[in-house]
Every structure is written in C-alpha cells, then in structure tokens.
C-alpha cells in the first residue's frame, strides 16, 4: 500500500523536458562552464575542447592520442582570457590556457622525472579568478597538498605573443614561447605532533601548547581505535599511528575578519587569502594564509595560522559562496557550523543518531527579500542540505542566536531493492531559489525544495538516451544562462544494429524558461562579493562585532531558551506519568 501511494504522488509531479541535444566528443567524462557563462570545457577521451555556450559549438580543441581527461575545471582570467585545470586517468594535472580560439598547455603540475617517484595527482581544484590552484598529490603511500600561485600577469603578455608569433607566415602555434613556471605558495602535509611532546597513553598527554594539544588528540584518538581492533604488539601500533592520512580535502577562502599583513584583502575582496585543510581520521580544521613572507627556512614545514578545533572526526565539509562559514560533518550525526567572521561556532546540531555516517554536505543559496539591509550581515541564518550513506537527505536552518531546525527530506533505505533510490548528485542550484539537484542510481532526476519539503519537478531524459552512469553524472550548470546539461547514452535496444557505435548525446534543461519553475527564478544569481563580509584588523573590532551580533539577536534567544525550557518540562511531565502507569501495573 505504501508503494502504491509513493507512485500516485510521483504521478502527479510536474515534467520537464530538455529542449535541445547535440552529440558529444567520444567518452566525454566531464563538462565545466566559465565563471562569466559564455564558455563550456569538455574533457574526452582524446584530450579537451571549449564550445561556445550559447550556439554549443566548438570553438578550440586541444588534442593527444590515448590522453583521457576525466576531471576539468574552467575559471576567468581576463576578460576574454580562461585558465582550464584538468587530470587525465594517468593522474597527470595540467594547466591551460583558452585566449583567442586557441588552447595553450601552459604547465604541467607533477611531471614524472623517475618511474620510481611517480606522482598521482588526486584533485586539482583552481581558486575563483584563477590567482592560485590546490592538487593533492599521492606518491610512494605518502600524501601531501600543494598550494600554486599562477603567474596571471606574465601568462597573459605570453599569450598575445604567442598571438602575435601565430599571425607570421610559416610560423607554427606556441613556437619560442616559454611560459612561465607555477610558484609553490605552501606545501602541506599531515600534520605531526612537534618535537617535545611524550605521549605516555590515551589519558596521559603532554602538551606543550595550544597546536599541540589539538594535535595529540588525533593521535590519541587513532591509538584508542587501534587498541579497539586489537593491535597486538606496541610495533604494530605505532606503525599504525604514524600512518599518514590517505586524503585531504581544502577549500579556498576569501577576505573575512582578521588577516594580518593582508594589505590586498579590502581593496581586492575576490582574491583568496587563505586555505582550510584537514585529513581524513582528524578532528581538526586547519587555515594556511596564502600572502605572507617568504620563510627564511623554504624546506620548513608551514604550521597552520589557525586551528579550529572539533569534538569529533572530520567526515565531509562545505563552505558558502561568501566563504564566511565553514560547515563540517562530524561523526555521530553532528554538524558544526564555523563561523569565521567572529571565529566562533555559529551552531552544533545533532541530527539524527539512528542514520549512517554523514558522506557529503552543501550550503543552499536561500535569500529572503529584506528591506533592512543590517539584518543581512547580523542575523547569519544559513541553510544546509546533508547527505547520509543510508541515502537519508536532511536540511538545516540554523542561526546565532535562533532555534536550530533540521527537516528529513528524504528517509534512509532499510531495503536492497530500494538501492536505486540512493542519491548520486545532491546540489544547490544557485539560480533557483531553495532548490537543489537530486540524481538518483536508478536515473531519475528531481528538482526539490529545500524549505517546503516538496518534489517541485521530474527532469525527464528520452527514453532512446537514459542518463550515461547515474553513478557518476556527466553534468554542468550554467548559472548565467539558467540551464542544465547532462550527458545521455543511447539505449542499445534502440540502435540499428547491434554493431553500431554508441552515440552520447549533450541535453539541456532550460530552467528559465519552465512556467513551472518561474516563481524560484533569481534574476540575478548570488555572488561571493555581494555578501557583507566586513574585514576587521583588530581584535577589538571583533570583538565589537561579536557584541553587536549578541545584542541584535537577544530577542531571538530568549524565545529559544523559552522553548527549550518548556520542551524540558513536557518531556518531564511525560517521564513521570510513564513512571506512574509503570508503578501501577
């Protein structure tokens, strides 16, 4: 009965279907769209192309026989300028250049030099404005990030020699152009406890400071799991201890609060200043700044230049367009929410203690009309969509000073026949207000409202070219041009004859034009530098904030510190009336 109900109401959601296709490159793995819109990267099996957005043609191609590109990434330079990062399946990162219908190989980040050291590249991540790119590199079971600053300005007069070079007869493309190398800004690997420290066992840690402490608590933490799995001798576990974490994950972060010796975060605001970092197994979030001196030492390791310490490990994270918060997903169902304008948790939630761990987290572009442009900066209300490993999708609107409310959008799977409905893509759509992208393995597509728990529509593919790997979505989403496009392979039932080449095909959703979606249109979608993200240089003024948020938001307070009390009370009352029939009886 319950499955039939479930099929009556999806009978009765709305449809959407793509409005154009267009045929891909051969095994197209990954697709990108350019900051401003315009342009649209693909990375295939024969290297990568650029197309025009609007027409979706090709514009420029930059082609190697048996080079796969299967992760790519297309950021704005210049005004008619891109940088492209991408990593083939030989885990090679690369640097290109896309100026004036042409794709430039500027550098490549981990060349093999010995056989015996060859480095893979994990991720390759490029910051907004293409100023600086982060790759995790693996190499011989060691794992460590490194943090480039791309020379822009020099890149851009190479091009428009190579530009010039190209326009002479018998010339050939990029000859006698040497471009200029990547700088390394920070090398960073997990971190290790300093010199000094004697861990003597789980309760008996010495410190010496502050980074210490936080430090030894992983190192403590990971010793007690050892000890749970019956690590037999004291080699084995400290073997075991000093293993480096297997991945690490960053975000880059802009102008917010306290950055001293930054002279460029008021009068640049898009610049990055600073990367948050933690490993797998760890407890704590680590902050590099990006502009500081050069070391006097260079083969030092950096130390972090803050610490944002958390009572559980690390399991996913995310961070707002405005980069102002951090959230983080902790085990035992627990958020964190980090708030770096003031350096203080905005809120912890518990969200459920029956779900699976947490795998995958994101902050949604919510933005209610306000006419006191003060209360945008002061109420700090955000809004979270988290993913669980038992397919359970929960939101989050928390605040300072408000009531914390979660909201189970979607129930965990207690069934393996149910495996189809576990989702594979959970996205805000930043141009459609409260919505967010839902793919499951089945291949089904919905977009959802995160507020009012409702299903808005069904995106619907043809039925001759179901989603290619539902698994692993091909998908980009044009924020400019309100669209989505996403890769569908022909069904083999619908080809020919059974010889025939499978053909993949590019469709797109044109969500601004859906009557159906017209009431969740942002006319002009959110940027990080439209937030009121004041910086401050001392700690006074922080401080002074801090005070103001606190004063702003007592009212807010007081009506939760009310609820809770009278929550306590009901849930008293009830404790003891079963306490009383269970007396009786």
């Known amino acids: 009965m319950e499955a039939a109900c479930k099929e009556a109401e999806k009978s009765r959601w709305e449809t959407l279907e793509p409005s154009v296709a267009t045929e891909l490159p051969e095994s197209t793995n990954c697709l990108s769209f350019s900051e401003d819109g315009r342009y649209l990267s693909l990375g295939h099996s024969q290297g990568l192309s650029v197309w025009c957005a609007s027409s979706l043609t090709c514009v420029a191609d930059w082609l190697e026989d048996r080079l796969e590109i299967t992760s790519i990434q297309m950021n704005r330079m210049a ?33 093999m030099e010995d056989i015996n050291k060859r480095s893979i590249c994990m991720t390759f991540e490029l910051s907004q404005g293409g100023h600086y790119g982060a790759a995790s590199i693996s190499c011989n079971g060691a794992v460590w990030l490194e943090v480039y600053h791309f020379p822009l300005e020099a890149w851009l007069k190479e091009l428009e020699m190579a530009v010039s070079q190209t326009q002479e007869p018998n010339s050939s493309e990029d000859m006698d152009v040497k471009w200029s190398p990547l700088a390394v800004a920070t090398k960073i690997k997990p971190p290790k406890t300093p010199e000094g420290t004697a861990l003597e066992g789980p309760d008996e840690v010495q410190m010496t400071d502050f980074l210490t402490n936080y430090l030894a608590v992983d190192i403590v933490t990971k010793s007690c799991r050892l000890d749970k799995h019956s690590v037999n001798t004291d080699e084995e576990k400290t073997k075991e201890t000093n293993k480096s974490p297997r991945c690490c994950t960053q975000h880059f972060l802009l102008p917010c609060g306290q950055f001293p010796g930054d002279s460029k975060a008021k009068s640049q605001p898009e610049f990055p200043v600073a990367v948050c970092v933690w490993w797998s197994g760890s407890h704590n979030l680590f902050q590099y700044f990006l502009q500081k001196a050069p070391k006097s030492k260079p083969d030092v390791e950096p130390m972090p230049d803050l610490l944002w310490p958390n009572a559980k490990e690390i399991l996913c994270s995310a961070v707002s367009r405005c980069t102002r918060y951090i959230a983080l997903g902790l085990e035992n169902a627990l958020v964190c929410v980090w708030d770096r304008q003031s350096g203080s948790p905005l809120s912890v939630v518990l969200i459920s203690a029956t779900d699976s761990a947490l795998c995958r ?53 207690l069934e393996p026949k149910d495996s189809g409905d576990l989702p594979t893509i959970t996205e805000s759509v930043p141009f459609l207000q409260g919505l967010f992208l839902q793919v499951q393995r089945n291949g089904k597509m919905f977009l959802q409202d995160v507020i009012n728990k409702q299903t808005v529509c069904c995106l619907i593919l043809p039925k001759t070219h179901p989603i290619a790997t539902p698994c692993n979505p091909v998908y980009a989403l044009n924020s400019k041009q309100q669209t989505l496009l996403i890769r569908g392979d022909q069904d083999p039932s619908y080809r020919a004859s059974s010889k025939e080449d499978s053909q993949s095909q590019l469709f797109i959703f044109h969500f601004g034009e859906s009557d159906i979606l017209k009431q969740y249109i942002v006319s002009a979608p959110y940027s990080p530098q439209q937030q009121k993200t004041l910086s401050f240089v001392t700690l006074e003024e922080t401080c002074n904030l801090y005070l103001q948020q606190r004063a702003l938001c007592a009212d807010e307070r007081n009506k939760a510190i009310t609820q809770t009390w009278t929550q306590l009370q009901e849930t008293a009352t009830m404790a003891q009336q079963g306490h009383h029939r269970a007396a009786a009886s």
Do not use: W
């Open 361 to 413: 987290m994101q902050f949604v572009d919510y933005r209610p009309v306000s006419t006191d442009d003060s209360q945008t900066f002061t109420t700090a209300e955000v809004h979270l969509l988290v993913a669980c490993k038992s397919g359970a999708l929960h939101t989050i609107t928390t605040g300072r000073g408000t009531q914390s409310c979660t909201m189970l959008l979607t129930e965990r799977l």
């Open 79 to 111: 005004e008619m300028a891109y940088l492209l990062g991408t990593i083939d399946d030989m885990g090679v990162a690369r640097v290109f250049a896309y100026h004036c219908d042409s794709i430039h190989l500027l550098n490549v980040v981990n060349i």
